[in-house]
């Protein structure tokens, strides 16, 4: 369908939103930020107004802000009240949706990102660039529907209830 050619974006205010994709991520990473918890984030302003910076910076790359202006619209962006929660709506929508009753990993590390990368250039034969522009669920959902496709996974079961009354 065409809503895989939708970028996630969670808008901030009227003209700015954050989006974070797999290049944001390693951003985050790379400037010593675990995405993943948020409220340490914010224990550390320099940190939270970084990992800001980090999601507005496709937004200001399309508005054609330049760097120091960046900062300073982080630095006020960080006062408003709710900004804790559209940051972590931002990550959440950039993540894929957890597998239902799927068994944690027998051996208790992440996923390999190059794995990942692999089976999306080498296998589906997409671009480095794409794969890095988007986002993780982005990137497993196409996969999937590649996958099913091709056959090397199956299609999930689709139940459908009929009323007979």
Known sequence: MFTELLKQKTPVTDTLYLRFDINSFISAELAGINIFDINNIFAEPKKAVELLKIGLAD????????????????????????????????IAGALPEPIR??????????????????????????SDEEFLSSTLRE??????????????????????????D
Not at 110 to 123: C, E, G, K
Not at 147 to 161: C, D, L, S, V
Request: a neutral charge; one cysteine or more; hydrophobic letters at 40%.
């Open 59 to 90: 937004c200001l790359d399309s508005l054609g802000i330049s760097e120091p202006l960046l900062s300073e619209i982080a630095a006020e962006l960080i006062a408003l009240p709710n900004i804790s929660d559209i940051i972590a709506s931002a």
């Open 139 to 164: 990137v497993l959902d196409r996969w999937d529907k590649y996958a099913i496709f091709h056959g090397y996974k199956k299609a999930p079961q689709t139940f459908r209830q009929y009323d007979d």
């Open 101 to 126: 009753g799927a068994a944690p990993s027998k051996s208790g590390k992440p996923a390999d990102m190059r794995v990942l990368r692999s089976r999306y250039v080498d296998i589906m034969g997409r």
